[in-house]
């Protein structure tokens, strides 16, 4: 007998709507195709899932349907701590979303005098797996100099790229970015925005992989 559904559920098109995905008319259609799963099973049209609790895919993607999960790429600027509050009264990342409503929490770190990509979730499942070895999520680094480096800069973690963000400034990613670091942690489908492979060393203004952190 299938266990009960959680008093938080709602019809799955309705779900998958408030995502993004479309009109419920065209959620609706995705379901009857067969391109949506909810943990782990295939979902047929009348099901009902849970937003903050369900994990749902369509086609292989996963679909985050928490609308209270923020997930953001910064631009750390050189001599930011990669905290979110500093006791000695020196710039950290907060200083820098003062603007949000969520609380967010820094993905790893960089060091004061590096800068370049960070990114800021309030999902504590995903940072856990972006940051643990095991999940092999590559970071891609410009370095400028040589030995000793003078300047280093973090220009991609996994597929989200740095891009033209600048220094200082954050934006939300979209769908397909969170699907693609859901994708490269190992659920889902994966990445097509993989990195290329790159050499044991960084030469100056070349891109290297520096070690995870």
Do not use: W
């Not at 098109?13 to 099973?41: F, Y």
């Not at 030995?147 to 939300?172: D, M």
């Amino acid at each position: 007998m299938p266990s009960p559904e959680p008093a938080a559920a709602e019809r799955l098109q309705k779900v998958l709507a408030a995502a993004g995905l479309g009109s419920r008319r065209a959620c609706e259609e995705l379901i009857a195709a067969g391109r949506v799963t909810v943990d782990g099973r295939v979902a047929t049209l009348g099901d009902r899932a849970d937003p903050v609790h369900a994990e749902i895919h369509v086609d292989g993607a996963r679909v985050v349907t928490d609308t209270t999960l923020v997930y953001l790429a910064m631009n750390k600027p050189r001599g930011v701590v990669s905290t979110m509050d500093d006791e000695r009264g020196r710039a950290a990342l907060a200083d820098y979303v003062a603007d949000l409503s969520q609380r967010v929490y820094h993905v790893g770190r960089l060091d004061a005098d590096s800068e370049g990509l960070l990114l800021l979730t309030n999902d504590g499942t995903l940072a856990h797996r972006l940051m643990h070895p095991s999940f092999g999520v590559s970071k891609t680094y410009l370095a400028e100099v040589g030995y000793p480096v003078s300047r280093l800069v973090r220009t991609a973690i996994g597929p989200i790229k740095l891009g033209g963000l600048k220094p200082g400034r954050h934006r939300r990613l979209n769908k397909a970015e969170v699907a693609a670091l859901f994708a490269a942690v190992g659920e889902g489908k994966v990445s097509q925005a993989a990195d290329h492979p790159a050499g044991s060393r960084a030469r100056p203004g070349s891109r290297a992989r520096a070690p995870r952190r």
